[in-house]
C-alpha cells in the first residue's frame, strides 16, 4: 500500500470486463504519475476469472493500488463501497472499459486546487478521437447550474455532449470528496440504470462551484459492444418506475417548481423510447408480441409514468409523428402504438 500522502483516489468498479477492455484501462492507471494517487480496483463479482487475474496483478506491481475481490452487489453498491475506502481529499471513478488520458489525474488535481471547486467537468474523447469544439473555461452561474440540473433530470445533456464535456455520468471528472461526505452523497442502490445520473445531481445541488473545463482532455471513452447498455434487455422497462421515485425525491426536496416537474415527464418520453430501442422493438427480443404488448400497457399503467406522462405537453415535442405517438401513449392505445413503432426500429 502506497504510505505518501494521498491527495487523490481513483474508483474503478469492473464486473465481467472484456479482458482487452481491462487491460488497457488498467494500463492507463498505471501510466499516471505521482505517489500522491491510489488506485481503488473492486471486482464486484466478476465470473470471468482474468478480471480476478488482471487486477491482482496491477495490484501487485504497483503499490499505489488497492485491489477488493467482493460479492456481486452492483455498481453502486460497489463504488460506494469504494468512496468509503477512498484517503484522498479528491475522487475520480473510471469506468473498467474505459482509459485515462496521460497525466489526466495531476492535471486534474492541478484544475481543482487553482479553481478551488467543488467539482470539474472535464473533457473527453472516444477511444482516443478527441472531439472538435470550441475550447471553454467557465464557472457555472446559479441560472447555468438550474439549467444543468433540469437538462440532467429530463435526459437531454447533448448540448454538453457537443462541448466534449459528459456532465450526467461521474466519469471525467473530478470531486472535492468532503462535499459527498457532509452532505450523504452515494450511488442509489438497486438501481441499474440512471444511477450515474442521480449521484451527479446530488452533487451539482450541494456543490457552492462548479466549472467546465473541456481544455483538457482526460478520459477516453471505449465503445464496449458488450456492454449492457447496448444489448436486448428488460431493465430499462424495469427501472423505469424506479428511476422516476428518485427524480421526483430530488426534485420535490430541491427544485419543486414545475419547470422541473415538466422535466420528469420528459424523462418518462425519453425513457420509453429506451425501452422500446432495447427491448420491446429489439430485432434479438424473442419475447411474443402479444407478451410485450401486455408488458407495455402495464409500463403505461405505472402510478408514476401514467403521472409524468401527463405532464408531458405536446409543443414541447418536436415531431409531429412522436406526437401522435404521445397521444396513443397517454390514452394507453398500445395496438396502435406497435402498429406505427414497429417500422421506425430495426426488423426482428
Excluded at 474508483?11 to 481491462?22: D, G, H, K, R, S
Excluded at 473527453?124 to 464557472?139: A, D, G, Q
Excluded at 430530488?250 to 418520453?269: Q, S
Aim: aromatic share 12%; with cysteine.
Amino acid at each position: 500500500m502506497n504510505d505518501n500522502k494521498i491527495e487523490l483516489s481513483i474508483i474503478v468498479p469492473a464486473y465481467n470486463i472484456p479482458e482487452v477492455f481491462l487491460s488497457r484501462c488498467v494500463s492507463s492507471l498505471h501510466a499516471q504519475k505521482g505517489n500522491n494517487l491510489e488506485f481503488i480496483l473492486l471486482n464486484d463479482g466478476s465470473s470471468f476469472g482474468w478480471v480476478d487475474g488482471i487486477l491482482r496483478e496491477a495490484a501487485d506491481i504497483d503499490d499505489r493500488m488497492v485491489y477488493v475481490n467482493k460479492p456481486n452487489t452492483g455498481v453502486s453498491d460497489t463504488r460506494n463501497e469504494g468512496m468509503r475506502m477512498a484517503r484522498g481529499e479528491y475522487l475520480m471513478f473510471v469506468d473498467a472499459d474505459d482509459e485515462l488520458m496521460p497525466d489526466a489525474c495531476q492535471k486534474s488535481l492541478e484544475c481543482i486546487k487553482e479553481s478551488n471547486a467543488d467539482v470539474i467537468v472535464l473533457g473527453y474523447c472516444f477511444s482516443h478521437k478527441e472531439i472538435r469544439h470550441n475550447p471553454i473555461s467557465i464557472i457555472i452561474s446559479e441560472e447555468e447550474k438550474e439549467r444543468l440540473l433540469c437538462d440532467i433530470v429530463s435526459w437531454d445533456t447533448k448540448e454538453y455532449t457537443s462541448l466534449g464535456l459528459n456532465v450526467d455520468a461521474p466519469w471525467g471528472k473530478i470531486f472535492k470528496k468532503n462535499i459527498a461526505e457532509k452532505n450523504n452523497i452515494i450511488y442509489p442502490v438497486g438501481l441499474a440504470r440512471s444511477q450515474d445520473a442521480i449521484f451527479c445531481l446530488y452533487f451539482y445541488e450541494y456543490s457552492r462551484k462548479i466549472v467546465f473545463d473541456n481544455r483538457i482532455c482526460i478520459y477516453s471513452y471505449n465503445d464496449n459492444m458488450d456492454s449492457v447498455c447496448r444489448s436486448c434487455s428488460e431493465t430499462s422497462v424495469r427501472m423505469l418506475p424506479f428511476i422516476l421515485g428518485e427524480l421526483e425525491k430530488f426534485v420535490e426536496k430541491h427544485r419543486p417548481i414545475n419547470k422541473f416537474r415538466r422535466a420528469i415527464g420528459l424523462r418518462v418520453y425519453r425513457g420509453l423510447l429506451e425501452a422500446e430501442l432495447r427491448y420491446f422493438f429489439h430485432p434479438k427480443c424473442d419475447v411474443p408480441v402479444p407478451e410485450l404488448k401486455l408488458c407495455y400497457k402495464d409500463l403505461l399503467n405505472d402510478k408514476l409514468v401514467n403521472k409524468y406522462l401527463l405532464q408531458i405537453r405536446y409543443r414541447d415535442i418536436k415531431s409531429y409523428k412522436m406526437r401522435v405517438c404521445l397521444f396513443l401513449q397517454k390514452h394507453k392505445l398500445v395496438e396502435f402504438l406497435f402498429r406505427i413503432k414497429k417500422y421506425a426500429y430495426p426488423q426482428k
